[in-house]
């Protein structure tokens, strides 16, 4: 992913402080929360961030599992461009992190006025989307298998 988007940052026609922004984030801090309006997607330039879920569990208690750690050259946050809906989980940077936000709507205005980099930049980013659900399936069938042989219903694996 990290080409694709470098090769936009360095387009005369996404500029920096306009299109995107950078940013630097200590450990422990949280770059968005779940339910946080969505409007930014992510490059991590440097450290490691973690996707971190809210489950609330029996008698509202909730726990706050890590789903997966992600490094520099991954992106993350690229669903606002796709469904404009509110953060589905948190983001915490789990070292010190540099990271660029690239605003959705300029980008979609970019890619839209910029088709041959556009598809470019989003077949990368559906390539990246796609690995994540394909990890995600075999970590919930997984989790899936562990539940049916605690409840003793291997039957139904």
């Not at 940077?93 to 556009?118: K, M, N, R, V, Y």
Request: charged share 25%; with cysteine.
């Amino acid at each position: 992913m990290q080409q694709t988007l470098r090769k936009l940052l360095q387009h005369p026609d996404f500029q920096e402080g306009r299109n995107w922004r950078r940013s630097r984030h200590a450990a422990n801090d949280f770059v968005f929360r779940e339910g946080d309006p969505a409007d930014t997607l992510y490059l991590i330039e440097a450290g490691t961030v973690r996707i971190i879920a809210d489950l609330e569990l029996e008698e509202g208690r909730h726990i706050h599992p890590g789903v997966c750690d992600l490094e520099p050259g991954e992106v993350f946050g690229e669903l606002a461009l796709f469904d404009h809906q509110a953060r589905s989980a948190s983001v915490m940077a789990i070292s010190e992190c540099e990271l660029i936000g690239i605003d959705g709507a300029q980008l979609l205005a970019f890619l839209d006025a910029h088709p041959e980099t556009g598809y470019a930049v989003l077949r990368e980013l559906l390539t990246s989307l796609v690995d994540r659900l394909r990890n995600t399936n075999r970590k919930l069938f997984s989790i899936l298998a562990w539940g049916l042989k605690a409840h003793g219903l291997e039957q139904h694996l």
